[in-house]
């Protein structure tokens, strides 16, 4: 025989009744289970995840231009030096 799978419940602090602690809001009072340093918390950490992503994208464009810089150099070198060798 078989068992159902046990979910995670909590006590709605708004009407007393057992919900999954999945739900968002009551279905039963349609209380909010969040808080407002819950989304404090996630507004905070989302935008240190954004920042970190764009930082992240900076340094690679940022290495990309050195990267071609660098080629610059070399191929403007190897010209002055073509430059030198013809007068």
Same mark, same amino acid.
Do not use: W, Y
């Given at each position: ?7 995670a419940?909590c ?12 739900y968002?809001?009551?279905p039963w009072c349609?209380?909010s289970?969040v808080t407002? +340093?819950?989304? =404090? !918390?996630?507004i &905070?950490?989302a935008f240190e995840?954004?920042?970190?992503k764009?930082?992240?994208?900076y340094?690679?464009?940022? +290495?990309?231009? =050195? !990267?071609?810089v &660098?080629a610059?150099v070399?191929?403007l070198?190897a010209?002055?030096l ?6």
């Open positions: 025989m078989e068992f159902p799978k046990m979910t419940v006590v709605c602090g708004g009407c007393g009744r057992t919900i999954e602690k999945d968002v809001f009551c349609g209380r289970r407002d +340093e819950d989304c =404090e !918390e996630a &905070d950490s995840c954004i920042e970190e764009q930082m992240e994208k340094f690679e464009r940022l +290495e990309k231009m =050195e !990267e071609k &660098d610059l070399t191929d070198n010209l002055a073509s430059a030198e060798m013809h007068k």
